[in-house]
Each structure stands twice: as structure tokens, then as C-alpha cells.
């Protein structure tokens, strides 16, 4: 069965940093596309970060330079490394497999409070 499993997030001071993880499991995410989402409380789920099999990656512009998204062959995970958080980062961050399983595959989220 194909699952994604987010865990990580939680309470941090503006400037701080946090560090997500999503476990899939059912799939080799390795040879996928993988994505962290965020939706905000009133506002729509946005892209925050994509990593291709090759290693490529992307970055919603309000987070480059702070925000980095990798592959931890050790622990199997996807992580999103968050730096200089921001009260605006404030959101449920949702990782994605976009092309595994029909219309792709959500984890159930995890929850990031920022605090100014």
C-alpha cells in the first residue's frame, strides 16, 4: 500500500528552524518526484519544494535560501529543512508523490506554528 508519513513539525519562535520528514512507504520514492506542499489557514495549497530522482530541486520563491528539501538514503525519508522560519511559514506542510497512485499521493500532514 502506498502511504506517506510526515512527521516533524510543531512550535517554533520566528527564526527558528525546523526539520520535517515524510517516510513513504509501498513505492521506490527514489525514482519519483517528491514534493512538500503547505497550506495556510484561508489560503490554497501551495508547492513549497520538489526534488526529481536525479536530484534536481525547485523552490517556491518566499522560501529559497532558507528552506532545503533532500532525500536521507539513511532513515528512507524525504526531509524539508526550514531555517529563519517566519510567522508567514505558518501552515499544515503536506508531502507529496505526484505521479504514484492515480492523481497522486497526499500524506496527512503536519501541522507548523510559527510565533512572532
Known amino acids: 500500500q502506498v502511504q506517506l508519513v510526515e512527521s516533524g513539525g510543531g512550535l517554533v519562535q520566528a527564526g527558528g528552524s525546523l526539520r520535517l520528514s515524510c517516510a513513504p512507504s509501498?513505492?521506490?520514492?527514489?525514482?519519483?518526484?517528491m514534493a512538500w506542499y503547505r497550506q495556510a489557514p484561508g489560503k490554497e495549497r501551495e508547492l513549497v519544494a520538489a526534488?526529481?530522482?536525479?536530484?534536481?530541486?525547485n523552490y517556491i520563491d518566499s522560501v529559497k535560501g532558507r528552506f532545503t528539501i533532500s532525500t536521507n538514503n539513511a532513515k528512507n525519508t524525504v526531509d524539508l529543512q526550514m531555517n529563519d522560519l517566519k510567522p508567514e511559514d505558518t501552515a499544515v506542510y503536506y508531502c507529496?508523490?505526484?505521479?504514484?497512485?492515480?492523481?497522486?499521493?497526499w500524506g496527512q500532514g503536519t501541522p507548523v506554528t510559527v510565533s512572532s
Open positions: 509501498g513505492f521506490s520514492f527514489r525514482h519519483f518526484t
Open positions: 526534488i526529481r530522482p536525479g536530484g534536481t530541486t
Open positions: 507529496r508523490a505526484p505521479s504514484v497512485g492515480r492523481g497522486g499521493t
